[in-house]
């Protein structure tokens, strides 16, 4: 337990910092609370002209609420699990700043998992905290028959860590790539597009094909954003429900040790090269 305690002494203030900055830069929240609420009117009234159109209250197994509701937990999923671990591995290889970072007494990748936690609940201060406002709200006054249970919500809660687990993973081993390249801005924004449409964030996986759906169960994208959305809405029971979340450990564990596997590689380049 001491030793848990002096760790959590040592990278608690990288949370701590990264809230301060992130509640400093007040046009950032104005930009981003404006994005999500743009994102989330253009793509109500879309759904509501695809059900007017189809003149079916069920698509797929949605109904329209169900879809409203999806798309608001969907933007706050991704907001809860998103990090910007790739941004920070990218700049301190770029800066040389990495090297430095080897010969500190603390661990690198804990100081990049506390820092996202620090980005996560800054954001989920400003722009998190107004969308889930709004969506309690929707489903209180609009959509009662939506209200998930405590004990959906607490699966949804361990469905989002774990999602963020496979995130934070995901990214530090993108974030390696700027060993190899020298600007990683171009291949994040193609990643970021291909997860948007590949995780069900814009779209449920529910509307591809059959085949498509059961490769995408199998790989870490529908693990980081449908599995946590589709809990949340109660479309997962009994089984199912342990067989998604297994997945996503799974992932969490395949990605852990890829993450180590390319880290101790890196080092080596690192030592070879001088740093």
Not at 64 to 74: C, H, L, P, Q, W
Not at 124 to 146: A, E, H, K
Not at 174 to 187: A, E, I, T
Not at 217 to 225: D, G, K, R, V
Request: proline share 3%.
């Amino acid at each position: 337990m001491k030793y848990f305690k002096r760790k959590l002494k040592i990278y608690t203030p990288f949370i701590k910092s990264t809230i301060q900055r992130v509640m400093t830069y007040k046009f950032n929240f104005f930009m981003g609370l404006l994005g999500s609420g743009l994102t989330v009117i253009i793509t109500f009234y879309l759904w509501k002209a695809i059900f007017e159109s189809s003149g079916q209250e069920t698509i797929k197994g949605f109904t329209f609420n169900e879809m409203i509701i999806y798309i608001f937990i969907s933007l706050i999923t991704m907001r809860l699990t998103n990090n910007y671990v790739e941004y920070m591995v990218s700049e301190d290889v770029r800066t040389g700043a990495l090297a430095m970072n080897l010969i500190k007494p603390i661990n690198y990748f804990i100081r990049l998992l506390f820092t996202s936690i620090g980005n996560i609940l800054g954001e989920s201060i400003l722009i998190n905290g107004p969308m889930i406002v709004g969506i309690v709200i929707y489903q209180t006054f609009y959509s009662r028959g939506t209200i998930p249970s405590f004990s959906t919500l607490v699966l949804y809660i361990i469905s989002i860590i774990l999602s963020f687990m496979i995130m934070i993973f995901f990214n530090f081993c993108f974030g390696m790539l700027s060993f190899y390249v020298v600007y990683l801005w171009g291949l994040n924004f193609t990643k970021t597009a291909l997860m948007k449409f590949l995780s069900g964030e814009l779209i449920p996986l529910a509307f591809f094909p059959l085949g498509f759906r059961k490769i995408m169960h199998l790989t870490p994208f529908a693990s980081i954003n449908y599995t946590p959305v589709m809990i949340y809405l109660n479309k997962y029971k009994g089984n199912q429900i342990l067989i998604e979340m297994g997945v996503q450990v799974i992932w969490v564990i395949l990605l852990m040790l890829l993450s180590y596997y390319i880290w101790k590689r890196a080092i080596k380049r690192v030592t070879i090269m001088g740093g």
